[in-house]
């Protein structure tokens, strides 16, 4: 005996509106979407970021030798092999979240390099293709928000299944009075039961060494019974970043490299003395001189010369 139509109407109708009240478990992420992604908690999504905001390497002046260091670390990660998280801290303005984002844009061209030609890494091109070497595993970045920290857990939980390697990264990442957050952060870094998975390495960039404003750690040492556990609980955060880099404030010198540089590479008129008194009284009106000083000056240089800001 079949059952009347508005009945069945009626039964699809009760079927649809429990599905939208218990959906199924998200469809798995598609990682080749892109080279880079921002994770979102509340819809435990991944969103593709099709145009990264990032400038060459070779544009980050004085920072030399940090440069080298984090490039060196990630391209062992990008290989398969052990790798550091990093923690970049210091001066305002200095490079440390353009570094992570040149740095995995270093990497991801040099591996599909790699990967196209079939050549071992550190093999001169003369020495033949290794047809038996399989491409390097693509290198992805996941832009995690400091407010989302405590939903980290979720988000490596989406990505350890995937061939893909992650830079997971956040920017500006600090912790306020009474934010607990921070544990679920040392559990996913080291010491919790599952740690942080292979495929996975943590780079983010802060003000602060020790990531926590020096009151907070004051008022757990004041309540605490022993008051060197609570401060060994706070800066043991930062101990999880196998790489500490420091970002110090420029010199006169590492100021003008980055005026200089910015000017070739966009092609503008180089104007000699007058450009550097310029970009000097720029930089004397702002207090600071620094990566971000240098860029708002030539934003500022291109405006005024009726030049747009296209890579020569």
Not at 265 to 283: I, K, S
Request: proline residues 7%; contains cysteine.
């Amino acid at each position: 005996m079949s059952t009347p139509q508005p009945l069945e109407a009626t039964l699809e109708r009760i079927a649809a509106a429990l599905e939208r009240l218990s959906p199924g478990p998200p469809p798995p992420p598609d990682f080749s979407a892109a080279e880079a992604f921002a994770w979102h908690a509340g819809a435990s999504a991944f969103q593709p970021v099709a145009h990264v905001n990032r400038v060459p390497l070779a544009l980050l002046k004085g920072i030399d030798r940090t440069s080298q260091i984090l490039l060196d670390n990630t391209r062992r990660f990008a290989r398969g092999l052990p790798a550091n998280n990093a923690l970049l801290w210091g001066a305002r303005g200095m490079g440390k979240s353009s570094l992570v984002k040149a740095v995995h844009a270093e990497v991801c061209g040099a591996g599909s390099l790699l990967a196209t030609a079939g050549i071992k890494e550190g093999v001169p091109a003369t020495a033949g293709i290794e047809e038996s070497v399989p491409p390097p595993p693509q290198l992805k970045v996941v832009e995690i928000h400091r407010e989302d920290i405590g939903s980290l857990p979720a988000c490596l939980a989406q990505i350890k299944t995937s061939p893909c390697r992650f830079i997971v990264f956040c920017d500006d990442l600090s912790f306020d009075k009474d934010d607990t957050s921070y544990k679920s952060l040392k559990a996913v870094l080291e010491g919790g039961i599952e740690g942080r998975p292979e495929n996975v390495i943590f780079y983010a960039t802060s003000n602060r060494r020790h990531l926590m404003p020096r009151e907070m750690v004051e008022n757990e040492r004041a309540t605490a019974i022993n008051p060197a556990e609570a401060t060994e609980e706070k800066v043991s955060l930062s101990d999880r970043f196998g790489l500490w880099l420091g970002f110090h404030n420029a010199t006169q010198d590492d100021y003008l490299a980055m005026v200089r540089a910015y000017v070739a590479h966009f092609n503008l008129p180089d104007q000699g003395d007058e450009l550097q008194r310029d970009c000097l009284e720029w930089a004397t009106t702002r207090g600071a001189r620094s990566g971000r000083v240098a860029w708002q000056y030539v934003q500022d240089l291109a405006g005024r010369l009726g030049v747009r800001l296209e890579p020569s």
